[in-house]
DNA sequence: GGAGTAAGTTAGTGAGTACTAACAAACACA
DNA sequence: TGTGTTTGTTAGTACTCACTAACTTACTCC
């Protein structure tokens, strides 16, 4: 790893931990192994590490592609491999969005950037739902509705677990977690192949 | 308002719009309309002014009352008793969840209170699940699991409208996405039941 | 060995920040 | 009228922070 390298990992890590104010470019270069003068002889300022930071750590994921060669049209399986591909995505860009949520107003176009992918997802789960839909694979909805809805769940449980310290709430694992939240749509979709009974 | 309100008003919603550190006394002073020395005069310093802000400002909730009298046992209805419950306590506590985000490691006890309502609801919600089977109006079930995934859902759309600025991904109204998502798990928990029919 | 490049060291500047001291003004109430 | 209380003002302290200048050291490649 480089000196540009070693600076801006510690930054993005630093940023997204203390907040662009919090982390002090002394302590950047001190964890970074540098002294304060290099950092400053690969960067003009502050706010241009951070810049610099989150393009370098931001990760852009092309979902189309993804979802064209991956989905089987077993709505189990594809909306797990969905939420996975969401967390994936996520996990990865979650210094970048921790950074966006304290400091979206600061940075300019970073809130437009971390949207992007949630609202691609939007439209592909939408154009999935209809699909299956035309297959005769699952109920009339609206799926604009349902695919926000199952967002909405994702992000809760992506941001619960990524940025809420302290005592859990719950003791369940993420997978179960997820595989749970892929079981609620099922039902809610093909309500009739479900095999519970109401006692 | 008295002076000591004002200066703990102006700053909650600073701290939580600029962070600790961005969120300078000359400023606070200046928005609450006094000057620098009467902040200093009624705080001893400035985390004492957030431990205050934070103080004055989270509204504790008694949920066991609420819905001890408010259930129905009409799933639809109280799901959305519960949703909208919910969103009341998150939006009132709005500003000490922020920090609580972006502070809580500074601030002894901040995630504890922060998470105090949730893991209530959850256990509540877990109690109310079974007593509905009890009564033969929803099936069997993991109901930690669905009350997790009620509450991710319900978090992420509170902190998505919440938190995330920039243009927004759907133009659902909350309302409308608050009702979807009680009909996601109407559905979940009363398969049979349903009156829609795959095509 | 010499030249060029990246890094360290030391010392410093100017601005901002939390916080204080000292005194003056305004007001309430007896 | 006099006294206590609250607030404003002005000036200042000690510290931290982003950022710079100038010089030195280490490494590489010829």
Known sequence: MNTDEKILKVAIDMIAK???????????????????????????????ILEAAIDRYYYSFQMKELFDHNLIWDLGKDLLMIAETYHTIMKKNKNVIKIAIQEGHNVQGLNEQVNKHPRQLKELLIKYFEEMNKRGLIIDDDYELTAMNFLYM????????????????TTLSEDDVIKGSVQVFINHLTPNQVSHEIH
């Open 154 to 169: 994702s992000y809760g449980l992506f941001i619960s677990r990524s940025f809420v310290q302290g005592q859990t709430i």
């Open 18 to 48: 203390k907040g662009y104010k919090g982390a002090t470019t002394k302590q950047i270069a001190e964890k970074a192994a540098v002294s304060e003068m290099t950092l400053f002889r690969h960067f003009p300022n502050k706010k241009k």
